[in-house]
């Protein structure tokens, strides 16, 4: 069983900063890590490949600049048998739409495979629009926010998430599944995974070597931009109305959005 799993490298923090002059994420003196969520869907990849270690082959690639392969290096001392970086500045700017151009080119460059992982969500774009671009970019059955999967030969039974509650769908193979922090706990690297990671022979490719079509990837082929971006300014302390009546608390906070002019 082949299995890929889309890896991104996101700034170790969720309080993104954003330069107001040129509206792209500020980097500098943040460390990089792989997106928490592509760890869940790595160690969901790896859990199959626990069962099945003889037939199971786990495969994360990614779409970025040159220092992504110190994520792919991590993905590998987690346990991933192989790792591809797409990287060109072909590539360069893509929006979400062109990212996933890219990253399905990569995956059909792969050949065969037989489950797709994603994560849910990227802590640094946020959008939760690559993986399910990808599934429709490949023609795939997809099923988004997965928080537990089970395999039955061709077949998975997963648990979908659903706002309260979550929903139990089968879906055939292949497929792809985006997955979120309660499928598991990812693993830590090992010592001999580690090892193995500084002399792991990672695939570097290229548009060229993708058959992408150019004009559906890079910052020129992206359909969105992006106008404005801001850090939104702290919200001030809340006020707690507490004891009294249901009744005298409405009144209390009816007064004081009174107060305010809010009403
Ligand atoms: C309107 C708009 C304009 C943008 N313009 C630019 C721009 O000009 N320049 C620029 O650099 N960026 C730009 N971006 C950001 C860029 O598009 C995203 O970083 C990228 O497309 C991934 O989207 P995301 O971070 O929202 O991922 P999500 O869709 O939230 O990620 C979901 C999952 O998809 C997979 N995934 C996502 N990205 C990758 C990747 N690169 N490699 C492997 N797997 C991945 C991961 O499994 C991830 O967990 C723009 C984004 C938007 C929304």
């Known amino acids: 069983m082949r299995i890929i799993v889309c890896v991104k490298q ?8 954003i330069n107001p002059e040129t509206g792209t994420l500020i980097r500098d003196g943040v460390p ?54 797409l990287s060109d500045r072909a590539l360069g700017g893509s929006d979400t739409w062109a990212t996933s151009n890219a990253l399905a080119s990569g995956i059909k460059q792969i050949g065969s495979y ?38 039955n030969d061709d077949c998975l039974t997963v648990e979908r998430a659903l706002e309260n509650g979550y929903e139990i769908i089968d879906v055939k193979m292949p497929c792809l599944l985006t997955t ?3 499928l598991n706990t ?12 500084e002399s792991a022979d990672i695939s570097v490719w290229n548009a ?3 058959g992408v079509d150019k004009h559906t990837v890079g910052l020129k082929a992206s359909p969105t931009n992006v106008f404005k971006s801001f850090t939104p300014k702290p ?7 507490s004891g009294g009546s249901p009744k005298e608390k409405v009144q209390i906070l009816l007064s004081a959005l009174e107060e305010k002019h809010v009403i």
């Open 180 to 182: 979120i922090k309660e």
């Open 10 to 17: 996101v700034p170790d923090t969720n309080e993104i900063k």
């Open 32 to 85: 990089s890590i792989l997106n928490p969520d592509d760890a869940n869907a790595l160690e969901a990849a790896l859990a199959i490949k626990d069962s099945c270690p003889d037939t199971t082959t786990v495969t994360a690639i990614t779409m970025g600049p040159p220092q992504a392969k110190e994520m792919l290096k991590d993905c590998i001392a987690m346990g991933a048998d192989e790792a591809i970086l």
């Open 208 to 210: 060229d070597d993708i």
């Open 235 to 241: 919200k001030g302390a809340g006020v707690y109305v």
């Open 186 to 197: 990812p693993r830590y690297k090992t010592v001999q995974g580690i090892m193995d990671s």
């Open 114 to 151: 037989d489950l797709i992982f994603a994560g849910r969500q990227a802590i640094d774009g946020d959008t939760a629009q690559v993986g399910p671009q990808i599934a429709e970019k490949l023609n795939l059955p997809q099923v988004t926010y997965v928080r537990s999967l089970k395999l």
